[in-house]
Nanobody, 119 residues
Framework: QVQLMESGGGVVQPGGSLRLSCAASGSIRLIYSMNWYRQAPGKQRELVAAVTSGGRINYADSVKGRFTISRNNAKNTVYLQMNSLKPEDTAVYFC?????????????WGQGTQVTVSS
C-alpha cells in the first residue's frame, strides 16, 4: 500500500505564489511518474503538470511559464511551485503517482489540497 501526503494549499491574492508538496511512502519499488491534477467546481479534473522518472516534464498550456514541477527522488516527493497565480487557478489540487509497488504496477491519488486565488 502507498500513502500520499499533500501539503501547501491555501488562500492567496492574484499574482501571489504557493508551493505544493506531495510525499509518497509505502511499498514503492519504482516511481514512473508524479503528477499534479486540479479540479475546479463544476469542471472536470485536468492535468496540470507531470514529471517522469526520466525527467520528462509536461505542463498544461494554461500554466506554462507560471508553474514549475520538480521532484526529489531520494524523498519520493514532488513539488509544484505556482507563481503569478490567477483566480482561474482556484481548484482542488491532487497529486497522482504511477508506480511499481510490491508486485504490480499501481497508481494512487492524494486527498487533494485547496488552492484559492482571490482578492
Amino acid at each position: 500500500q502507498v500513502q500520499l501526503m499533500e501539503s501547501g494549499g491555501g488562500v492567496v491574492q492574484p499574482g501571489g505564489s504557493l508551493r505544493l508538496s506531495c510525499a509518497a511512502s509505502g511499498s514503492i519499488r519504482l516511481i514512473y511518474s508524479m503528477n499534479w491534477y486540479r479540479q475546479a467546481p463544476g469542471k472536470q479534473r485536468e492535468l496540470v503538470a507531470a514529471v517522469t522518472s526520466g525527467g520528462r516534464i509536461n505542463y498544461a498550456d494554461s500554466v506554462k511559464g507560471r508553474f514549475t514541477i520538480s521532484r526529489n527522488n531520494a524523498k519520493n516527493t514532488v513539488y509544484l511551485q505556482m507563481n503569478s497565480l490567477k483566480p482561474e487557478d482556484t481548484a482542488v489540487y491532487f497529486c497522482y503517482v504511477d508506480i511499481w509497488g510490491a508486485r504490480t504496477r499501481e497508481n494512487y491519488w492524494g486527498q487533494g489540497t485547496q488552492v484559492t486565488v482571490s482578492s
